[in-house]
């Protein structure tokens, strides 16, 4: 069941590296079914992790224990070595319905989360400002969400969760609503969000050729039970120019090993 | 744009009281009056006072009534969006409520609570607290679960999130609860004089029959449906106010 690791990929062991997110034994029941089965999982700091997996394998399930916002049946979730027991300022989310308020502005909806942690009008407003302007929004400060296209709501997604400062950006197929041409802008975008800020990734997603584009690390989950059957390091990816990754050989033969893996889970 | 919207309104008006004009012309029966003599009655009844005094009657209950209807029922259909047990515990009784023959209960509430305006307040409570009830409480259970796990993601309080979340997402079928309410509050209220005892409306409605003024009675009954209308432009004003971004629609569509 379990797929060979592939030994030129996994090259650099995660013990070596600073853990930023660690799971531990966690394991989720929904009445009689088992969404998570003792499932562990580090998260090396700075780097993009992605969760990849069938659907109904628990990626979105297992994002969610991190952000705090489900309890896990059984296990227990450390952020920078503290249990997780809910939501809190070191994670933010990024939804995949971008969870935009309706009836608030654009700057109201990036300036929301500093609003609920009791910052003042006038300084969340200019923090706001700012990453409305690095998400390329600048100009639509006082635009609703439905006046938006779908990309663009999305950015305002990421720059609420962004305007917060916390370690850890937690999100859930951010992308899967958008058009395959902002996609493919977000995933450029993601990847330079990823170098330059110091912040770590966990990243849900069932497109594979997504996940080897963006990650440090892809977990591949599979389902019932989920538990990660294997971890790949596409390392050698992330020195190469972004313009041809699509078109290297070690690009196609990750992606191609991965769907070799996944094949059967797929109805 | 504007000014074709007013055409169009006043084009239609004009229809529906032609017709009414031509009806009472034919006459469809003798007990209806065109429209014209049932406005010259309702300028009479304004120039004399009567209209007033029965407004200032009629009024009392109703006000009072839908005040009532709208607090309680806010809260109860909150609570009852909010919280699984006070929903089974509390629904049922506001399903009845509305499911239930008022004509048929208004001699229980004279019984109970004699002939006075207590009684009056009940009618136009029992019509106008279950639709409130039961929207609000619909609209707080279909709040997007995106949206409040968004909001429990940033740290929200409890608090937090009904109030800057769950109402305001709410509040659009909240407001169409509320101007079912009114409206509904206004059949109770003439309900209520026509049924208990005549005062305010009720009276001209009643007295004008009995003497056979037709045109005093259709008069008075135009009046109460142009205050209903009015009643329900106003509230609109206020949704339109308080929640602005509502109404241009949602991130979803």
Not at chain 1, 146 to 169: K, T
Not at chain 2, 115 to 144: D, E, Q, W, Y
Request: hydrophobic letters at 45%; a negative charge.
């Amino acid at each position: 069941m379990a797929m060979p690791q592939t030994n030129a990929l996994s090259e650099e062991s995660p013990s070596t590296a600073d853990i930023a997110v660690s799971a531990r034994n966690v394991s989720k029941n929904y009445d009689n079914v088992e969404a998570l089965k003792d499932l562990s999982l580090e998260f090396p700091r700075g780097q993009l992790t992605s969760l990849l997996g069938p659907s109904g394998c628990g990626k979105t399930t297992l994002l969610k224990i991190i952000a705090g916002l489900l309890e896990p049946s059984a296990g227990t979730v450390h952020v920078n070595g503290q249990a997780v027991t809910g939501p809190g300022p070191d994670r933010a989310f990024v939804f995949q319905d971008f969870a935009l308020l309706p009836w608030a502005s654009v700057i109201r909806n990036v300036a929301f989360g500093l609003e609920l942690r009791g910052v003042a009008t006038s300084e969340r407003e200019a923090i706001a400002e700012k990453y409305i302007n690095d998400v390329g929004l600048s100009g639509f400060e006082k635009s609703y969400p439905h006046e938006l296209s779908g990309g663009m709501r999305q950015r305002v997604g990421l720059a609420r969760a962004l305007s917060v400062d916390a370690d850890v950006l937690l999100m859930d197929e951010p992308f899967s609503a958008v058009d395959e041409q902002t996609r493919r802008k977000f995933q450029e975008d993601l990847l330079s969000l990823v170098a330059n800020e110091n912040k770590t990734f966990i990243f849900v997603t069932h497109s594979i050729e997504e996940a080897v584009y963006v990650s440090d690390q892809i977990a591949i989950l599979l389902p019932r039970p989920s538990r990660v059957s294997d971890i790949i390091r596409p390392t050698g990816l992330r020195e190469k120019d972004l313009t041809t990754i699509r078109r290297d050989p070690e690009y196609l033969d990750i992606v191609d090993e991965i769907w070799t893996s996944l094949k059967t889970y797929v109805e | 744009m504007m000014n074709r919207s007013l055409l169009l309104k006043l084009l239609s008006a004009f229809i529906v009281f032609g017709t009414w004009e031509i009806a009472g012309r034919i006459p469809v029966s003798y007990a209806f009056p065109t429209f014209i003599e049932s406005m010259k009655a309702l300028f009479d009844m304004t120039v004399d006072g009567r209209l007033f005094a029965a407004y200032g009657e009629t009024l009392k209950p109703l006000v009072i009534g839908v005040i009532i209807s709208a607090i309680v029922g806010i809260a109860v259909g909150l609570w009852s969006g909010l919280n699984e047990w006070f929903d089974w515990l509390f629904s049922p009784i506001f399903i009845v409520m509305q499911a239930a023959p008022l004509a048929a209960l208004i001699p229980l509430l004279v019984m109970i609570y004699g002939i006075g305006l207590t009684s009056k307040i009940f009618v136009v409570c029992i019509m106008a607290m279950p639709v409130i009830v039961l929207n609000t409480a619909g609209a707080v259970r279909n709040t997007p679960s995106s949206l409040t796990e968004m909001g429990r993601s940033f740290q929200a309080s409890n608090w937090e999130v009904i109030l800057k979340i769950i109402i305001p997402a709410a509040s659009p079928v909240i407001f169409s609860g509320l101007r079912l309410g009114v409206s509904a509050g206004f059949i109770g209220a003439i309900l209520s004089e026509l049924k208990i005892t005549p005062t305010g409306v009720g009276d001209i409605i009643t007295y004008s029959r009995s003497i056979a003024d037709y045109a005093s009675m259709y008069a008075a009954i135009f009046s109460i449906i142009v205050l209903a209308v009015l009643f329900l432009n106003v509230l609109e004003k206020i949704e339109r106010f308080l929640f602005e971004g509502n109404n241009r629609g949602y991130a979803s569509d």
